[in-house]
């Protein structure tokens, strides 16, 4: 089904409001459904850990290891018991004096005692943006321990691309809890080795009050646009749908697919 989303200038009113939420919302429940299935790879490993009493740590290993490449968007799998034993999923074997309870990894989920949706970085080895998804592991009602996954974004980042045609100009752009940029068209708002930009620090904050207000704004390349905001399930991310506006109700619309 192909459905338009660039409005009319003089038609920014609730009939194509409605249908840019619904195409945001769409947006917003493949992503959810990108971070669901990473984080049931969790839930199995997590199943895992809690079977092992005591704890083989060369099992441990061997299973974390052969999660981790079974699932290619997954950097690494790996697990630590709240003791801070720590068993990784690459064959990676940490010095001694390195401590993962120091980690927001290790901490996160053991304090809020839920899944926790880590914060994106620039690996500085392959440049591709990275983030992890931690969850709390249980033995005899209480934490135990977590398990961690290393994730590559790029695979999220891919599939949004293919999901909205861009050719008159409307784009997405995918925040992270922190609402710092993860994905924009304009390269100058992207991630780099040296950090994110915050969406409020670019534009002068217009696109937080477009989406806030309904109001349209003007874009860094000069279009008039609308902007509509919706949170990816209970990550904390969320994704902006930036239409554009065109002069006419005439003008050749941009497709969904």
């Given at each position: 089904?192909?459905?338009?989303?660039?409005?009319?200038?003089?038609l920014?009113n609730?009939?194509n409001?409605?249908?840019?939420?619904k195409?945001?919302?769409?947006?917003?429940?493949?992503?959810?459904?990108?971070?669901?299935?990473?984080?049931?790879?969790?839930?199995?490993?997590?199943v895992?850990m809690?079977?092992?009493t005591?704890a083989n740590?060369d099992?441990?290993?061997?299973f974390?290891?052969?999660?981790?490449?079974?699932y290619?968007?997954?950097?690494?799998?790996y697990s630590?018991?709240?003791?801070?034993?720590?068993?990784?999923?690459?064959?990676?074997?940490p010095?001694?004096?390195?401590?993962c309870?120091?980690r927001?990894?290790?901490?996160?989920?053991?304090e809020?005692?839920?899944t926790v949706?880590g914060?994106p970085?620039?690996?500085a080895?392959?440049g591709n943006?990275?983030?992890?998804?931690?969850?709390p592991?249980?033995?005899?009602?209480s934490i135990?321990?977590?398990?961690?996954?290393?994730?590559?974004?790029t695979?999220l980042t891919d599939i949004l691309?293919?999901?909205?045609?861009?050719s008159?100009g409307?784009?997405?752009?995918l925040?992270?809890a922190d609402n710092?940029?993860?994905?924009?068209?304009?390269?100058?708002?992207?991630?780099?080795a040296d950090?994110?930009q915050?969406?409020d620090?670019?534009?002068?904050?217009?696109?937080?009050k477009?989406?806030?207000?309904?109001?349209?704004?003007?874009?860094?390349?000069g279009?008039s646009i609308?902007?509509?905001?919706e949170?990816i399930?209970?990550?904390?991310w969320s994704i902006l749908?930036?239409?554009?506006?065109?002069?006419?109700?005439a003008?050749?619309?941009t497709?969904?697919?």
């Amino acid at each position: 089904m192909l459905i338009a989303v660039s409005i009319s200038k003089n038609l920014v009113n609730s009939q194509n409001s409605a249908r840019i939420e619904k195409t945001v919302s769409w947006y917003a429940e493949k992503a959810n459904v990108w971070f669901s299935q990473a984080a049931s790879v969790l839930d199995t490993a997590a199943v895992f850990m809690e079977q092992q009493t005591p704890a083989n740590g060369d099992a441990i290993r061997a299973f974390n290891e052969q999660l981790t490449s079974k699932y290619a968007y997954a950097s690494d799998i790996y697990s630590a018991d709240s003791d801070g034993t720590f068993y990784d999923g690459t064959g990676w074997i940490p010095d001694a004096d390195w401590d993962c309870t120091t980690r927001a990894w290790f901490s996160l989920p053991q304090e809020r005692d839920e899944t926790v949706f880590g914060d994106p970085y620039v690996d500085a080895i392959s440049g591709n943006l990275v983030t992890y998804i931690s969850t709390p592991f249980y033995r005899n009602g209480s934490i135990a321990g977590v398990c961690t996954m290393d994730i590559f974004l790029t695979d999220l980042t891919d599939i949004l691309g293919e999901i909205v045609d861009v050719s008159d100009g409307s784009y997405i752009i995918l925040l992270d809890a922190d609402n710092n940029i993860i994905l924009h068209k304009n390269e100058a708002f992207m991630p780099t080795a040296d950090g994110m930009q915050p969406l409020d620090a670019v534009m002068g904050g217009n696109y937080s009050k477009a989406a806030a207000s309904g109001a349209t704004m003007a874009d860094y390349d000069g279009n008039s646009i609308y902007v509509r905001q919706e949170p990816i399930g209970t990550t904390g991310w969320s994704i902006l749908l930036v239409t554009i506006i065109v002069s006419s109700i005439a003008s050749r619309p941009t497709f969904w697919r």
